[in-house]
T-cell receptor, first 112, second 112 residues
Framework: IAGITQAPTSQILAAGRRMTLRCTQDMRHNAMYWYRQDLGLGLRLIHYSNTAGTTGKGEVPDGYSVSRANTDDFPLTLASAVPSQTSVYFC???????????FGNGTRLTVT | KQEVTQIPAALSVPEGENLVLNCSFT??????LQWFRQDPGKGLTSLLLIQSSQREQTSGRLNASLDKSSGRSTLYIAASQPGDSATYLC???????????FGKGTRLSVIA
């Protein structure tokens, strides 16, 4: 089934540890996005990529990095996790700006 | 900076009722507007996408309208069912390759 796969589904992480959240899509979409969703704050954009080889900063990029080596994969790395990064992380993609946005099922991350 | 507001934050209706969810945005220079549904513990699912040149889009019991000049969109759900219970989010696309800006959503409960 075509779509977006995120891994892991959930993770408990000690503060200070490094963590990479994985995101893979098989729809050959050009643009990919990472959002975090927090109660009361809604969805906030962390980083995005309009096409392979390019990335951009969103609303809350500090403490996170991304890469887009190919069309399908868009990993999100937390270099040194802090408790404020406890959240649900969603990866999304779309073919172009006039196409519907598709979401993965999310990664629930707890930083202790 | 584009801001998207959804009122009310939560809504409870009896089964069979027709209902309207509201979305407003501050900058009318948009390319499109999308409505999404999110079930608990899941990612978002795109319901309807309205291009800036369109006034409305329909899918089954759902009808979304767009009034760019007033910065408003509505999602009309006809003959609501308990299965419609979910959080509904709207998002606007401000320009070609910039990411969508999301509202915080309306949590809908349809009571059997």
């Amino acid at each position: 089934i075509a779509g977006i796969t995120q891994a892991p589904t959930s993770q408990i992480l000690a503060a200070g540890r490094r963590m990479t959240l994985r995101c893979t899509q098989d729809m050959r979409h050009n643009a990919m996005y990472w959002y975090r969703q927090d109660l009361g704050l809604g969805l906030r954009l962390i980083h995005y990529s309009n096409t392979a080889g390019t990335t951009g900063k969103g609303e809350v990029p500090d403490g996170y990095s991304v890469s887009r080596a190919n069309t399908d994969d868009f990993p999100l790395t937390l270099a040194s996790a802090v408790p404020s990064q406890t959240s649900v992380y969603f990866c999304a993609s779309r073919r172009n700006y006039n196409s519907p946005l598709h979401f993965g099922n999310g990664t629930r991350l707890t930083v202790t | 900076k584009q801001e998207v507001t959804q009122i009310p934050a939560a809504l409870s209706v009896p089964e069979g009722e027709n209902l309207v969810l509201n979305c407003s945005f501050t900058d009318s220079a948009i390319y499109n507007l999308q409505w999404f549904r999110q079930d608990p513990g899941k990612g978002l699912t795109s319901l309807l996408l309205i291009q800036s040149s369109q006034r409305e889009q329909t899918s089954g019991r759902l009808n979304a309208s767009l009034d760019k000049s007033s910065g408003r969109s509505t999602l009309y759900i006809a003959a609501s069912q308990p299965g419609d219970s979910a959080t509904y989010l709207c998002a606007v696309d401000g320009s070609g390759n910039t990411p969508l800006v999301f509202g915080k959503g309306t949590r809908l409960s349809v009571i059997a």
